[in-house]
């Protein structure tokens, strides 16, 4: 069975700060990962996934995530937030032929 | 535009009443998703369908009904057999039914309030 854990329901950083939202996962098999941002109110949109190949991933609004395995980890970096980064993250994993599992979601807080 | 239409968007019921929340898309995709979401719990899966008159419960089935009528329609009724149904509900779709990638579109959700 897979699983995710996102550690820390609500992180606050400066303006300007390093971004670290963390996300470790439990996947028998090769995992596809995935980071989505969701604004109040609003559906979820995909901020960046790792399915195969480059370990380091770029996504949308400057975000970047690793996949590193041996941590088994998929943690989401920023170098400098910014005010509309305020929202809420949710890391997830699936596999071929799997569904998808969403992590609890962490809470980012910019703070001016 | 092209994209994923939930309504209505605000919704509020009284106790003992069936509801019924629309999911309607236009990308052609194959397979939809009924998620619910709870403040601090993630989204958790309801029900799903990949194809045309098929669909699957989810983790969390018991009290929702859904339909798969046509590709672009998963409606999803809200029974009074939910015990708490007060929930922030997201429809999802994606474009491949066989080979799940993972990569969801959503829909801006519905929040329903049962009073």
């Known amino acids: 069975a897979q699983s995710v854990t996102q550690l820390g329901s609500h992180v606050s950083v400066s303006e300007g700060a390093l971004v670290l939202l963390r996300c470790n996962y439990s996947s028998s098999v090769p995992p596809y990962l995935f980071w989505y941002v969701q604004y109040p109110n609003q559906g979820l949109q995909l901020l960046l996934k790792y399915t195969t190949g480059a370990t380091l991933v770029k996504g949308i609004n400057g975000f970047e995530a690793e996949f590193k395995k041996s941590e088994t980890s998929f943690h989401l970096t920023k170098p400098s937030a910014h005010m509309s980064d305020a929202a809420e993250y949710f890391c997830a994993v699936t596999s071929r032929d799997d569904k998808i599992i969403f992590g609890k979601g962490t809470r980012l807080h910019i703070l001016p | 535009d092209g994209g994923i239409t939930q309504s209505p968007k605000y919704l509020f019921r009284k106790e003992g009443q069936n509801v019924t929340l629309s999911c309607e898309q236009n990308?052609?995709?194959?397979?939809m998703y009924w998620y619910r979401q709870d403040p601090g719990q993630g989204l958790r899966l309801i029900y799903y369908?990949?194809?045309?008159?098929?669909?699957q419960k989810g983790d969390i089935a018991e009290g929702y009904s859904v339909s798969r009528e046509k590709k672009e329609s998963f409606p999803l009724t809200v029974t009074s057999a939910q015990k708490n149904p007060t929930a922030f509900y997201l429809c999802?779709?994606?474009?491949?039914?066989?080979?799940?990638?993972?990569?969801?579109?959503f829909g801006e959700g519905s929040r329903l309030t049962v009073l």
């Open positions: 990308l052609n995709h194959d397979a």
């Open positions: 999802a779709t994606t474009y491949e039914a066989g080979g799940f990638s993972g990569e969801l579109f």
């Open positions: 369908s990949q194809i045309v008159n098929d669909f």
